[in-house]
């Protein structure tokens, strides 16, 4: 038989009438009803029938049947109870499909990667509650689960900043972070008409390839995240500025001083001025002051 597929606005339409939904602002609900964003989701996420998925936020399940389609079998993660009952309905053709109700911030990835894919790496996608973004990104990188990919709809301006680098107004913490993990590439921009409701923001599809090794070795990773965050938290000020008055690290002005000169630095430079490597090297020599 055809299959009831949804990803047009007619359908997604049917089905929220059918079941009275609601959509709830703060679980950041903007449902696709456009079929060529989800091909174009689908082909950038390069799934094959090999692949387990992780997709966050299922909503109605419009991607999750493409992603059933193309996976050899997925896992949905969703918050809002309201949906499940939908999921069970808009699913029931696809036997390949798992609907977890939960949070995704204290769901156990790891386990259903041990439990689903052998602890191989999965691909995660998904298009993302934007509220959650940043949080839902680096908690999948810093657990260090096995993730081969992450190919995520997420707000234009995030996706700017975690693909920009150094001179950019859009480089920060965020773009470090990523790029340390991951290598990114903007694979589409979105307008708002190809969600209900409309978004009040432009949106891209961004793909996050996890790098085997990082680019950069740094001798203490997280010395090195502290440092990247505590330069980038006065953005107008320099970077000896950032470092002295910072509370997660505790230098002196002669430390920071002699840190930045040794890194080939001058004392005026910008923390958004510096490369990976260049943090990397700072903080190298911050961690032998110890
Ligand atoms: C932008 S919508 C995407 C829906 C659907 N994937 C689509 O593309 O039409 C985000 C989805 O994430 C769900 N969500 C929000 N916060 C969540 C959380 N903490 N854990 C799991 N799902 C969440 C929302 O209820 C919603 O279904």
Known sequence: MTRPYLGNPKYTIEVLQKYGFVFQKRFGQNFLIDTHVLDRIIQASEITKDDFVLEIGPGIGTMTQYLADSAREVTAVEIDDALIPILKDTLKEWDNVNVIHGDILKTDIRKIADEKNQGRPIKVVANLP?????????????????????????????????????????????????????????????????????????????????????????????????????????????????????????????????????????????????????????????????
């Open 130 to 290: 934007y509220y959650i973004t940043t949080p839902i990104i680096m908690g999948l990188f810093e657990s260090h689960v096995p993730v081969d990919s992450i190919t995520v709809m997420v707000q234009k301006e995030v996706a700017d900043r975690m693909q920009t680098g150094p001179g950019s107004k859009d480089y920060g913490a965020l773009s470090l972070a990523v790029q340390y993990y991951a290598k990114p590439e903007i694979v589409a921009n979105v307008p708002p008409n190809c969600f209900m409701p409309r978004p009040k923001v432009g949106s891209a599809v961004i793909r996050l390839t996890r790098h085997q090794n990082p680019p950069v070795t740094a001798k203490d990773e997280k010395l090195m995240f502290r440092i990247i965050r505590a330069s980038f938290n006065q953005r107008r000020k320099t970077l000896a500025n950032g470092l002295k008055n910072s509370q997660e690290l505790n230098y002196t002005k002669e430390q920071v001083e002699a840190a930045i000169t040794e890194c080939g630095l001058p004392l005026n430079i910008r923390g958004e001025a510096l490369t990976l490597e260049q943090f990397a090297k700072l903080s190298d020599i911050f961690f032998d002051m110890k």
